[in-house]
């Protein structure tokens, strides 16, 4: 929830930082964080990815169609 609240209206990508996602989320930990993102990526829910040369995070939901399965 909290890296959808980062969205803007009509996109599917954000970038904000683990401290901001860990702040908007309540968790004090920002490695939680990576690795709550990360395991998210592995269900399919989200696409993680370096972006430029600064490195930073871009964070892409994926809604599914078939919640079913």
């Given at each position: 929830?909290?890296l959808f609240?980062?969205?803007?209206k ?6 904000p930082s683990?401290e901001l996602?860990a702040?908007r989320a ?6 939680r964080v ?13 696409k993680?990815?370096r972006k430029g ?11 599914s169609t078939?919640?079913?399965?």
């Amino acid at each position: 929830m909290s890296l959808f609240s980062f969205l803007e209206k009509g996109t599917s990508t954000t970038c904000p930082s683990l401290e901001l996602l860990a702040e908007r989320a309540q968790i004090k930990d920002k490695t939680r964080v990576s690795k709550l993102t990360t395991s998210l990526a592995g269900k399919g829910w989200l696409k993680k990815k370096r972006k430029g040369f600064t490195g930073c995070k871009e964070y892409a939901l994926i809604v599914s169609t078939n919640l079913d399965s």
